[in-house]
């Protein structure tokens, strides 16, 4: 009886939070940087959001009020969640903007994906050097905290 119990709240926990998290690492001029990748791309991807931040006590809880908004959202079908933290150590705007252009170049490596719309959250806008040579960046949002990533999760 306890095992079947168990069983069925698994099943009922997947289909609440059909979501995949997975914390995963890519290097950049030999750092280790962990991003998180949120997964509900259950009938193929055409979208990713990204987020990127300093690696601060204050914008931490960005990550984790993401995680409870998108469990309420509907209709994120097609959709790859990414959080960034930058961490303390890269300090210049130009090393940032180069960081978030390899974490691309590592995304459509690791994802296999070529042609996926981008929707950017950041605290400081570092898709400069990106967006002037690719066009799939569809909105760029600056200026996030925790209080206001629930309204940028979504294209609507």
């Known amino acids: 009886m306890k095992s079947l119990?168990?069983?069925?709240?698994?099943?009922?926990?997947?289909?609440?939070y059909s979501q995949k998290k997975e914390v995963l690492t890519f290097k950049f001029d030999d750092i280790n940087i962990e991003y998180t990748r949120l997964d509900y791309s259950n009938y193929g991807i055409t979208?990713?959001?990204?987020?990127?931040?300093?690696?601060?006590?204050?914008?931490?809880?960005?990550e984790k009020k993401s995680i409870n908004c998108l469990r309420k959202k509907v209709r994120l079908y097609h959709t790859l969640y990414f959080f960034l933290k930058i961490?303390?150590?890269?300090?210049s705007t130009t090393e940032r903007k180069r960081l978030f252009s390899q974490f691309?170049?590592?995304?459509?490596?690791?994802?296999?994906?070529?042609?996926v719309n981008l929707y950017l959250n950041?605290?400081?806008?570092?898709?400069?050097?990106?967006?002037?040579e690719h066009d799939n960046v569809k909105r760029i949002i600056t200026g996030i905290y925790p209080k206001k990533i629930c309204k940028v999760l979504s294209i609507r």
């Open 5 to 16: 119990f168990l069983v069925l709240f698994s099943f009922i926990a997947t289909l609440t």
């Open 47 to 62: 979208q990713y959001f990204i987020t990127m931040h300093e690696d601060n006590t204050y914008l931490n809880a960005i």
């Open 87 to 91: 961490p303390p150590i890269i300090k």
């Open 104 to 115: 691309i170049k590592h995304l459509k490596l690791q994802e296999k994906q070529n042609n």
């Open 122 to 132: 950041f605290d400081l806008d570092y898709s400069g050097d990106y967006i002037s």
